[in-house]
């Protein structure tokens, strides 16, 4: 494979390929094989971001991973790396295409199904159809085991969830996931990759599954639902989200889902001292291992903590989200995380969003609060989503008006 660096200045999803720039360099976005890192490419890509990046990793809300401070020379040798790694795919169209989310306890929990052959099917039926580069550069697919700690209510432009021996198949729209039918686990990632292709031919430019429109979605929606059949009960349970030891696997979490090249090095040590293989990432941002037993879970959870991790679920900064903010991001004109670790020592206990621009990078969802940076200022915004219209404007420096949330 011929590797250079093909650096777009402007983008929605940076891979290792086609990095993107941002306020401290070049991002790389590296995506896992199944939703995991094993523990020495978990190593070798912390080595990588300290050698040819900043040392900066970011866990993102598709469950990826992000190598920052990179430059158009440094960025040759991380490709290299990531090749050896076996982390790179054939070209950037592939790799773009490359966007599964994967239920992080998938294959550890004896409680749900292991749908890691449904994922890996479904990237080799993506990376053979050329049909297919035409998406949008976000399109996403999520497949999910039916277990507690599940990912199902994550967005996604097409979802699969285990059903006992079946797998639903969903529609992203507006409103949340509309669960289509179901089909078997055999059929399930070419029953995906069938609607994407009937997607690519009804989509307006740029637009994504609940852009559709009523008529449009009318229409993939009955070709998609062409071969399966009822959708069983339980498809819209809601979700559990693990921070601590649950059934020998434990969560931590990266505050604002920022990891330093030093703290993934340390924590891939610790989980290969408690016997787990690999390292699962989820769409919150937080990391999940497999350990031998109790007491080894527990040792994890006493390390973590002490690299800087959050092992509680009770941590205030788990409510607040928070993207890199000034001076990482060119779009940010504030200093996003500063206010964020002030706003989680402060009385307030509803959800919080901190971000840098209107895009909201951080967070879709609504937030209790939502600060929005503008121009040096923040856009406040009450139960709702950062672009809904403010209530007020505040300066940064303007702490006193910025934790009166009540």
Known sequence: MSMAAAVDVKGWCPGVLRPMQSGDGLIARVRPWCGAFGLDEARGLADTAQRFGNGHIDLTRRANLQIRGLSETSVLGLQDAMERLGLVDRDA??????????????????????????????ASLLARDAALYDLPSKFGF???????????????????????????????????????????????????????????????????????????????????????????????????RLIGVGRLVVGVAAPFGRLEAPQLHRFAALAEEVGATDIRLSPWRALYVGARDDAAAQALMKGAHEIGLIVEASDPIL???????????????????????????????????????????????????????????????RNGTTRDVPERSVAAEEAGALLDVR
């Open 319 to 381: 409510r607040i989200d928070a993207c890199p903010g000034a001076p990482a991001c060119r779009s940010s004109s504030v200093d996003t995380r500063r206010i964020a670790r002030r706003l989680a020592a402060s009385a307030f206990t509803g959800s919080v969003h901190v971000s840098g621009c209107a895009k909201g990078c951080a967070r879709s969802a609504p937030a209790a609060l939502v600060l929005v940076g503008e121009q040096g200022r923040y856009n406040v915004i």
């Open 142 to 240: 999520l497949v999910d085991g039916g277990g507690t700690v599940s990912i199902a209510q994550e967005r996604a432009d097409i979802s699969l969830k285990a059903l006992g021996q079946t797998m639903a198949v969903g529609l992203d729209t507006p409103a949340g996931t509309d669960w289509i039918g179901s089909t078997s686990f055999d059929d399930a990632a070419r029953a995906a990759v069938a609607i994407a292709r009937a997607f690519v031919g009804l989509a307006r430019e740029g637009g994504r599954v609940r852009d559709l429109g009523e008529e449009r979605f009318g229409q993939l929606r009955a070709v998609a639902r062409k071969g399966l059949g009822p959708v069983g009960d339980g498809v819209s349970s809601k979700p559990k």
């Open 93 to 122: 169209e592939v790799e773009a295409g490359r966007n599964i989310m994967v239920s992080p306890l998938t294959g550890l929990d004896p409680a749900e199904v292991d749908v890691r052959p449904v994922a890996r099917t479904l």
